[in-house]
């Protein structure tokens, strides 16, 4: 079993709608990151959290530590949203667990 | 400025060969990390570097990957003797500071397809 689990595996939208995408994780951890890869591309990293809420954009992400849970959500989502978005946590030590992804495509 | 640079972004080779896989990090950031995304796979941590202290390879495949980084800087990868299952996009990362908290920086990564 993973232990990140992210849901849902892909997600199709309309453009303008609101987006969540869930992440949650069997360990204890130091911070949870956000990672998003576009198709045929690299990796950027969108958020690095430890607690509450970061915002940058459109794009928000929450975590709640007690719960084991993290959310990331896209305002007014856009067509150049779509790509696999990522969430992976880094516990006592700096390797990375990665959830295996999920695929969002925003439909104009 | 520069982001993390790898080379070469694809690789072919024939089963049983050796690749070698380069990353360059950002100037400046003393952590390097190599991970694999195999085709319908999460990516999986392989090494990582962190200034001049041992490198940590616990999360290496076998003994045929192996890894270095030379004046704090470059790193390569070799896979020796090549199988078809180490077909997959191998990922080059470096973060600034020793903080495992720190925010990584990926290269695009090099494609490698073994026949």
């Known amino acids: 079993k993973n232990e990140v689990e992210q849901s849902p595996q892909n997600l199709t939208a309309q453009e303008g709608e609101f987006i969540t995408i869930n992440c949650s994780y069997s360990?204890?951890?130091?911070?949870l990151h956000w990672l998003q890869q576009h198709p045929g591309g690299g990796i950027v990293s969108l958020f690095m959290?430890?607690?509450g809420k970061k915002k940058h954009g459109r794009l928000i992400a929450t975590i709640n530590i007690q719960e084991k849970h993290s959310s990331l959500h896209i305002t007014a989502s856009h067509p150049r949203d779509s790509a696999v978005y990522i969430c992976a946590y880094g516990g006592s030590n700096y390797k990375l667990t990665f959830g295996k992804g999920t695929l969002l495509t925003v439909n104009p | 400025g520069a982001g993390v640079s790898q080379s070469p972004s694809n690789k072919v080779t024939e089963k049983g060969k050796d690749v070698e896989l380069r990353c360059d990090p950002i100037?400046?950031?003393?952590?390097l990390y190599w991970y694999r995304q195999s085709l319908g796979q999460g990516l999986e941590f392989l090494i990582y570097f962190q200034g001049n202290s041992a490198p940590d390879k616990s999360g290496l495949p076998s003994d045929r990957f192996s890894a270095e980084r030379t004046g704090g800087s470059v790193s390569t990868l070799t896979i020796q003797r090549t199988q078809q299952e180490d077909s997959a996009v191998y990922l080059c990362?470096?973060?600034?500071?020793?903080?495992?908290?720190?925010?990584?920086?990926f290269g695009n990564g090099t494609r490698l397809t073994v026949t």
């Open positions: 959290l430890s607690s």
């Open positions: 100037s400046g950031h003393t952590a």
């Open positions: 990362a470096s973060s600034p500071t020793p903080d495992r908290n720190s925010p990584l920086h």
């Open positions: 360990v204890g951890i130091s911070a």
